[in-house]
């Protein structure tokens, strides 16, 4: 009987927000013995080469299948193949359908493999592969870029789907039922649009049929959450957070994530280290929010105002008066583009990260032991604040209260540009940067929770036994009648498959 290692092939979302936690996700189980396929198309895989060819290079059994993008099919413009190329609802819309049609080159692709792979991880918005696996006869595991909070009331709301209804528009608020903690929440601030909800049904019933569940996040984190998740879901969860960990010098960095950074991050280090410890300020909005100019505007003057050193990071190109950068240059320096994020969170002059709560930047900040000045934008971000300020105590909210995706909503005809003015920015600035006893308090707590996390990414941590758990579970679950493998022709951009030494597994192995 010939014997192979396990086979897992990874599907992200094309986002770096997806892309990013799924190659660590990819590290992790191909730490564990296993050959590990991540699926991206073309552009993704392009800013992604150098991360992945450093795994590969560090002995990881980790390479890539290239898709090509199926965008022009919807008038998508060539290369528009990451959510942070969306500036508006149709573009988002038609994002999303573009994706859903990777399901046949997917299907290919897997048909042609020499045989069946051991296990698929899709993105928990990757429903779209749920068809695939059942024909295929593969199992298939989904794998959560956010927050078990947030997954709780996301839950729960479905489940007592009237609490929602009842409300007499996106803004009245109301109570997440069932929840371990009071949670109020209005329907923009949670559920979000209406308009995207057939694809939330798909992807409710996408997890309710899967053979477990991944949430990057660990029990010091968040453990009510994750264990009233995994009851009310009634299966495997396995909480293998914080992925980021695998990024740190401790962990044996493996370098790459800064490859589309587009200053000398050599400058940025040597920047910080000139700045007092903990007097910096670092402020990113992740890879898909953006403000609007008039609130650039107001942030440029809050920040100003407050005196303090700080690193920005912009994506928006409006907005700053000509001088800005000059008046402020002995202590502000502006990154546009892309940033070193996990270098600049671990350098010891950051001591606040004003962030827009995507979870990643949430789990790299709490895992830096910093305290965070939250700014939610949409999806998942107003939970994570709730879960970083209410429940952990590591935050202190800056004041917005209506999501991106509604700030033309509010008033009929109105935008609503502007939700945080310069001097609100001045205060939350000065609250998260206190040094007073409250600040200190709040750095404390922060220092004891970083302390808490580090601690899980070591062999016998939660990742590390919930992965060779996860690996046995695959292992035991019943094979499944399949078509025959290596019979259909491949339907790929190009073949970025690396042949890899398929007869050393350490662990436990697959045959056919
Ligand atoms: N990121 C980065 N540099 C940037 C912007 C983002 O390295 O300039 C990384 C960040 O460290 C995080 C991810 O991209 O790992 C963004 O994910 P998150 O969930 O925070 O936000 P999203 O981009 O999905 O809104």
Redesign the pocket.
């Known amino acids: 009987m010939a014997t192979a290692k396990l086979h897992f092939v990874l599907v992200p979302l094309m986002?770096?927000?997806?892309v990013?936690?799924m190659v660590d996700l990819a590290r992790l189980v191909a730490g564990h013995g296993a050959r590990v396929t991540v699926v991206l198309t073309p552009v993704n895989a392009a800013r992604n080469r150098t991360l992945l060819e450093n795994v590969a290079r560090a002995g990881l059994a980790v390479d890539v299948a290239e898709l090509p993008f199926p965008g022009a099919a919807l008038g998508l413009p060539k290369g528009f193949e990451s959510?942070?190329m969306v500036t508006d609802i149709s573009l988002a819309i038609r994002f999303y359908q573009a994706i859903d049609l990777l399901a046949e080159p997917l299907e290919a692709y897997l048909r042609s493999l020499p045989r069946r792979p051991d296990c698929l991880v899709a993105d928990n918005c990757g429903s779209w592969t749920a068809g695939i696996t059942r024909r295929l006869g593969v199992p298939r595991l989904v794998f959560h870029?956010t927050s078990a909070f947030n997954l709780l009331a996301m839950h729960n709301l479905a489940k007592a789907r009237h609490v929602c209804d009842r409300a007499a528009d996106d803004f009245e608020p109301f109570e997440v039922p069932d929840f371990p903690v009071r949670l109020v929440v209005n329907r923009a601030t949670s559920v979000g649009l209406r308009l995207m909800e057939n694809q939330k049904g798909e992807t409710v019933e996408a997890e309710a049929t899967a053979d477990g569940i991944f949430v990057n996040s660990c029990t010091d984190l968040e453990g009510a959450f994750l264990e009233r998740y995994a009851e009310a879901l009634g299966r495997k969860v396995w909480e293998i957070g914080p992925l980021?960990l695998l990024n740190t010098a401790a962990a044996g960095t493996v370098a790459g994530?800064?490859n589309?950074?587009v200053m000398d991050v050599k400058h940025i280090v040597s920047w910080l280290d000139a700045r007092p410890a903990a007097s910096v300020l670092y402020i990113?909005?992740?890879?898909?929010?953006r403000l609007f100019p008039p609130q650039v505007e107001e942030l440029a003057a809050g920040l100003e105002a407050s005196r303090r050193p700080f690193i920005w990071?912009v994506k928006e190109t409006a907005g700053f008066d000509a001088e800005f950068e000059a008046r402020v240059r002995d202590r502000g320096l502006v990154?546009r583009?892309?940033?070193?994020?996990?270098t600049i969170?671990s350098h010891p002059s950051v001591g606040g990260f004003l962030?827009?709560?995507?979870?990643?930047?949430?789990v790299?900040a709490v895992s830096h032991g910093l305290p965070l000045l939250t700014w939610p934008?949409f999806?998942d971000?107003f939970l994570n604040e709730a879960l970083v300020v209410d429940v952990l105590g590591v935050g202190v909210r800056v004041g917005v209260k209506v999501p991106a995706t509604h700030i033309g909503l509010v008033k009929p005809g109105e935008l609503l540009e502007v939700q945080v003015g310069r001097d609100l920015v001045e205060r939350a600035v000065a609250e998260v940067m206190d040094e007073g006893p409250a600040g200190a308090a709040r750095r404390a707590r922060a220092n004891e929770l970083a302390d808490k996390v580090r601690a899980v990414m070591v062999e016998g941590g939660s990742p590390d036994t919930n992965v060779k758990d996860m690996i046995r579970h695959i292992v035991e679950l019943p094979r499944k009648e399949g078509m025959a493998f290596g019979a259909a022709e491949v339907v790929m951009s190009k073949s970025k498959e690396k042949k890899m030494d398929d007869t050393d597994g350490k662990l436990p192995v697959a045959s056919e």
């Open positions: 986002a770096q927000g997806h990013l936690p959510l942070d870029a980021c994530r800064e589309r950074t990113n909005f992740g890879s898909i929010a990071v990154i583009g892309w940033a070193p994020q996990m969170l962030t827009h709560c995507g979870w990643n930047s949430t790299e934008h999806a971000q």
